[in-house]
């Protein structure tokens, strides 16, 4: 991207951090990943994908979150706790019969970002796992209390996990 183009992203960004960030990088011709990277550096970390299992075991563990799949033809929420998972053949596992399941290729995932921003005039917390392309392969949501509030346990668990994977040295 050319720096003028990439201050244009930052500059757009600093003025709506709320911007959906697929539709920001479809209508700017960038990916996913650049849109996430040029909101104020306050609102967004960034870890290597090797972090990938370990971030997925700590979601596990919060509760119920959203989970989110946004492709340029549907967006599908999950609502509910992410399963524990593990690697095996290949893939991470998410090991549960019913409701939310199924095979991830973490080895695709190149960044998870963590992200506190506002949208859609409330707070929002978000880990984003970036594929070697640059595009999301979902986001996971700090869920939300009776008061639509982000849960504060969730935010803390968000907040200590982002400072610790984070601060890891890549693999």
């Known amino acids: 991207m050319l720096s003028k183009d990439l201050?244009?992203?930052?500059a757009y960004m600093a003025d709506n951090p709320g911007?959906?960030?697929?539709d920001v990088a479809r209508e700017r011709n960038v990916t996913p990943r650049a849109v996430i990277e040029a909101l104020p550096s306050s609102m967004v970390r960034m870890a290597g994908g090797e972090h990938f299992a370990a971030a997925m075991q700590d979601i596990a563990q919060w509760g119920e979150v959203t989970l989110i799949v946004h492709t340029d033809d549907a967006i599908f929420e999950f609502t509910g706790a992410i399963p524990a998972g593990?690697?095996?053949r290949g893939y991470f596992?998410?090991?549960q019969p019913k409701g939310l399941h199924g095979h991830l290729r973490h080895e695709r995932c190149a960044a998870v970002a963590f992200v506190e921003r506002p949208f859609?005039?409330?707070?929002s917390a978000f880990?984003?796992?970036?594929?070697?392309?640059?595009?999301i392969m979902f986001k996971v949501f700090v869920g939300r209390d009776e008061t639509r509030a982000l849960r504060?346990?969730?935010?803390?668990?968000?907040?200590?996990?982002?400072?610790?994977?984070?601060?890891l040295p890549a693999a």
């Open 7 to 10: 201050a244009d992203l930052r």
């Open 19 to 22: 911007a959906v960030i697929e």
């Open 86 to 88: 593990e690697i095996g």
């Open 93 to 95: 596992n998410l090991m």
């Open 120 to 123: 859609m005039g409330k707070a």
């Open 127 to 135: 880990v984003a796992f970036v594929n070697a392309g640059g595009g």
């Open 152 to 167: 504060s346990d969730q935010l803390a668990r968000f907040q200590q996990l982002a400072l610790r994977i984070a601060a």
